[in-house]
Structure formats: structure tokens, C-alpha cells
């Protein structure tokens, strides 16, 4: 826990907490990247070095000229450079967009023109997709190029730098004038009912009132807190694995681990290994996992709870029983503003139920 506390108000931002939590439990390990884990490949950083590296990447953009105002959008898989963006979109002064890494063609095309950028940082591995719809796009003028494990013949296209050269920029803070009401996010919708629809976050909508702190204070309700160990391996270019998990873990003091992608084989392993206490799961995520061979050690776990969308009513008991597992069923929206129905408290929930 900190040493300190550490209010938050109606004018608190973001990246004074991150600062805060870099001199209060800097050298705590807060996210660890399953990089690769069947080889027992990982990444650790702690929140001194994920304050640290955000600056670097805020000064970096700075000095390529990017302002406040500026969009700069991400098409990023899950890992620390997505989270270190994020960070350091909350420090510049800038807003991101995020992008979902299926997305090709008249879909990607769509998105980056509505969003307005200026620029991508981009994962290496869609600049096919990118370079297909470059000369259809809109206000996008300058290409970052994550290289992190790129192949070694790998070749910038012209024009483009690559993120590693940006984030070799002084750790110091950058000092931007902040406002609440400043826009900082994108995060589209699916597009269920037409094309996808941006949900907007301002500086002063994720803490003090809406969004995190609301969910922060409900996953303190429910003891996620202290030796808990938070696990997501869902896109963080939604809002399950960026508000619901990465960012309250990161408010709480709690370790992260993040995973590159749902692997259903791999998931109580994953869990095991790092001792995780608590993920959510949506839709079909349940019904995946209760379709793995069972094992003697189904039971085998630290989980203490499951937050659940949409768990299907007829394998729920089957679920709850094989895992012996707490599963709680939870409706949110992202463009709900922090809106969100959960059951808590000791009392069994029913099955198919948010409520009593």
C-alpha cells in the first residue's frame, strides 16, 4: 500500500497520480507482460518505470512537435508500449484513439479519417494493413513504428521513425497545462447498429467522480485489494481490460498481469503461475473454458473472484462447481459513464442474475 494517501478530487489527473505512485511504491512491480508462456517469457516493470518510460515517450512526442489537442492514435496488441502510450497521452496533453488491431480496409480506413490524428504509432506487424489504406487517409501525416521484436530485415517505410527512437527523450516531466474537460480518449464501439461510434473520455472523466474511480470503489467493496493479483487478457482498446482492470489495478496498488491474448488452454496455467486472484470474463469466454479437457487440478487455483458478462444460465452451476469459483455477474457500457449493475455483498447471487 502507499505510504501515503493520496486523495482524489474533482481536479485530480491522471498523470498526478502516476507521479504519486512513482514516489510512494515505486519499485512495486505493477504490470507483468506474458510475453511468451510456453517458453516462461515476461516483462516486469514497476510503476517508477512505467512513470519514467511515459515520460520519456511524452518529452519524445513533444519534441516531434506534437501539442496539446493533438490526435495521435494507437494499433497496438496488447503490451507495455499500449499502456505507456496511454500514460503518456495523460501527460502531454494529447488524445488517442484506440484502435482495434482486427480492423483492415474500409473498417480502418473509417476509424483513423473519423478520428481526426495526426499521426499512428503502429505495431510492426500492421503496417501491411496500414500501408494498404495510407492513400486514403484524411489528416494522418506521421507514421511511429513499434520495432520491439520486429524481424531483423525489418525496413521502416519512408518517412516513419520508429517508437524506440521517440522514447530516446529525457524522463523529466513535461509541464502541460491540463484541464478537466480536455478530450484524452477514443474508444469506439462495435458498430452493432451502423459504423462504430467514438465514446469520449476527457482528462478529468477517468478520476474524481466518473469511470475509474467508480470502478476503483467497487472493487474495493469487494476486497480486491492488498495481495490480489489482477489478470487480463483482453484487448486494451476496450474498456474491460484498460478501465475495468489495467487502470484500477494501477489506482489500487494491485499487481497486473497482462496476457497478449485469451488462450483458453492456457488460461488456469497463466493464473497458477502468477498467483492471480480475480478476472472478468465475457460472453463466450466461460463456454471456452468449460470445453477444455478437465484436469485433476481444476481446483488448483488462488482465483477468489470472477467478474462475469453475460455467463450462460445453463453452464453457470457447471462452471462455479468444476473451478469452485466465486462468479459475480456484472452489466457496464463503455459509453455508460462509469455506469455499472453488481451484485456484492456476502449473499449468493442467483444464476442468471445481476441482482438478488
Not at 500492421?126 to 492513400?135: F, P, S, T
Amino acid at each position: 500500500m502507499s505510504k501515503k494517501r493520496f486523495k482524489l478530487t474533482s481536479k485530480t489527473m491522471l498523470r498526478d497520480v502516476i507521479k504519486h505512485k512513482a514516489e510512494t511504491v515505486g519499485d512495486m512491480v505493477w504490470l507483468t507482460f506474458v510475453k511468451d508462456f510456453d517458453k516462461g517469457l515476461d516483462e516486469k516493470y514497476t510503476y517508477k518505470e512505467m512513470h519514467l518510460l511515459s515520460n520519456r515517450l511524452a518529452n519524445g512526442l513533444s519534441k516531434l512537435g506534437f501539442k496539446k489537442g493533438d490526435g495521435i492514435t494507437i494499433m497496438e496488441p496488447n503490451s507495455p508500449e499500449f499502456l505507456i502510450a496511454v500514460f503518456a497521452t495523460f501527460k502531454l496533453g494529447t488524445y488517442m484513439p484506440l484502435v482495434n488491431t482486427a480492423l483492415k480496409g474500409e473498417a480502418l480506413t473509417y476509424i483513423l479519417n473519423h478520428s481526426d490524428a495526426k499521426a499512428i504509432i503502429l505495431n510492426h506487424t500492421y503496417l501491411e494493413n496500414y500501408l494498404a489504406i495510407e492513400d486514403q487517409l484524411k489528416t494522418i501525416k506521421f507514421v511511429i513504428i513499434n520495432l520491439k521484436d520486429a524481424p531483423d530485415d525489418f525496413q521502416l517505410p519512408e518517412g516513419a521513425v520508429s517508437l524506440q527512437e521517440v522514447m530516446q527523450a529525457p524522463e523529466n516531466d513535461i509541464d502541460v497545462e491540463l484541464n478537466r474537460e480536455d478530450l484524452v480518449l477514443f474508444m469506439y464501439t462495435a458498430g452493432t447498429t451502423g459504423l462504430p461510434k467514438a465514446v469520449t473520455f476527457l482528462q478529468g472523466k477517468l478520476i474524481g467522480g466518473n469511470n475509474v474511480s467508480t470502478l476503483m470503489q467497487g472493487l474495493k467493496i469487494l476486497y480486491l485489494v492488498g495481495d490480489d493479483v489482477l489478470f487480463t487478457a483482453l484487448p486494451l482498446f476496450h474498456a474491460n481490460a484498460l478501465f475495468l482492470t489495467s487502470l484500477t489495478a494501477f489506482l489500487n496498488d494491485v499487481p497486473l498481469i497482462l496476457g497478449k491474448r485469451f488462450s483458453a488452454s492456457r488460461h488456469w496455467n497463466i493464473c497458477r503461475k502468477y498467483n492471480v486472484t480475480s478476472f472478468n470474463t465475457l460472453g463466450a469466454m466461460i463456454p471456452i473454458l468449460m470445453k477444455q479437457p478437465e484436469k485433476p487440478n481444476d481446483k488448483d487455483h488462488n482465483i477468489k473472484l470472477i467478474t462475469s458478462a453475460a455467463c450462460p444460465r445453463e453452464i453457470w452451476e457447471a462452471f462455479v462447481e468444476r473451478f469452485n469459483v466465486n462468479l459475480r455477474e456484472f452489466y457496464a457500457a463503455t459509453d455508460g459513464g462509469g455506469f455499472m449493475l453488481l451484485k456484492i455483498g456476502p449473499e449468493e447471487q442467483p444464476v442468471g442474475s445481476m441482482g438478488k
